[in-house]
């Protein structure tokens, strides 16, 4: 399949997704010529009131247009919908880099690097193209997720290496694309990735997971496609960042750009007695286990059967986004 045709078959998938705003009228527009309350993105966001609720979130709706801007979503902003327009015509986009240079004189480091910046709970994205455009200069977050219950659909990640930094809390992607290079999804929440698309730019690593040792669920991903944006491309599934790192592929399709070996121990070998990596169900050439580390592990069916998004996200409040 060429790639212009899969990337219209993404395109069909994210556009034809059901919509989940549910209010008629949006509490504030977002508009680059000026025809909405807002011209910036986070001028919308600091205009949101406190004291919504899940049944009655602060719709912002984002119309058309390109915002080159570094956004902040400050840890008082929940229940709050940020809804592009679409995906495809609706961008956030900044270019911060690990290498730059700060106000103290020193590089700001990749923590500082986010476009899109969640400090909020109860927060959600939708239709959305979030972008670092700085390109393969190093670590340049797209976006970092500091809150939790923190919901994104048919959105687009874009970016190289480090794009989506889960760094702590729980999440769920759906309908989403996220592109990158080197560890470009990460960090140490629990996060549920279901029917996305993930695109390898170069030959690297998928995941890089800091999984706290006492939390039972990392990073899953369900009926997700890895493809490469190159037929040379060839990627590991995931390395540990941290020793307890947990990563879980279910039912996704693996082209052949997934190394035969499927994880890599970031040159730790200590780490292989810690890490949990798992898989079941996948299919296509890069789901052949037959090379695979022997350090990871096929799950059960009963094991694979319980991996959804009501028992990987619903903790101690019963959270499910899949609704």
Same mark, same amino acid.
């Given at each position: 399949? *060429?790639? +212009? ?6 395109? $069909?998938? +994210? ?8 209010? #008629? ?17 986070? #001028? ?13 979130? @602060? ?8 915002? %080159? %801007? ?11 919908? +940020?809804?592009?327009?679409?995906? =495809? ?5 900044? *270019? ?29 994205? %939708? ?30 990640? +874009?970016?190289? =290496? ?11 992607? %759906? ?28 030959? *690297? ?25 190159? /037929? ?17 592929? $279910? ?11 499927? @994880?890599?121990? @970031? ?28 350090? *990871? ?11 959804? /998004?009501?028992?990987? $996200?619903?903790?101690?409040?019963? @959270?499910?986004?899949?609704?």
């Amino acid at each position: 399949m *060429s790639l +212009l045709l899969r990337h219209a078959i993404l395109l $069909l998938v +994210l556009l034809s997704a059901p919509a989940t705003v549910t209010r #008629a009228t949006p509490d504030a527009i977002v508009a680059a010529d000026g025809s909405g309350q807002h011209t910036s993105i986070q #001028a919308a966001i600091n205009a949101a009131p406190p004291g919504r609720t899940a049944a009655s979130p @602060w719709v912002i709706l984002v119309q058309p247009g390109r915002y %080159e %801007e570094i956004v902040y979503v400050q840890r008082e902003k929940v229940h709050v919908k +940020l809804v592009g327009a679409d995906p =495809q015509t609706t961008v956030l986009t900044g *270019s911060l880099h690990a290498n730059m240079t700060g106000p103290d004189g020193k590089p700001i480091g990749t923590f500082r690097t986010p476009t899109l910046y969640i400090d909020a709970d109860d927060f959600t994205v %939708e239709n959305l193209t979030i972008e670092n455009a700085a390109g393969p200069v190093g670590q340049a977050l797209a976006v970092r997720v500091d809150g939790d219950r923190v919901a994104f659909r048919r959105c687009r990640f +874009l970016g190289h =290496q480090d794009t989506i930094l889960v760094n702590r809390g729980r999440h769920y992607f %759906e309908a989403c694309e996220i592109v990158g290079t080197t560890d470009f999804i990460f960090g140490g929440a629990t996060a549920y990735f279901r029917n996305c698309e993930l695109v390898c730019l170069a030959n *690297s690593y998928i995941t890089a997971a800091s999984t706290p040792e006492n939390n039972l669920h990392g990073l899953v991903f369900e009926r997700c496609r890895i493809r490469g944006a190159q /037929p040379e491309v060839r990627v590991y599934l995931g390395r540990p960042w941290r020793d307890f790192a947990a990563v879980t592929f $279910l039912n996704c399709e693996m082209s052949n750009i997934v190394r035969p070996e499927g @994880w890599h121990n @970031w040159s730790r070998p200590e780490r292989e007695k810690t890490a949990r990596y798992t898989e079941y169900g996948n299919t296509g050439t890069g789901a052949d286990r037959s090379g695979r580390v022997a350090w *990871s592990r096929m799950l059960s069916d009963d094991e694979a059967r319980s991996l959804t /998004p009501a028992t990987v $996200l619903s903790g101690h409040d019963g @959270w499910r986004p899949d609704l």
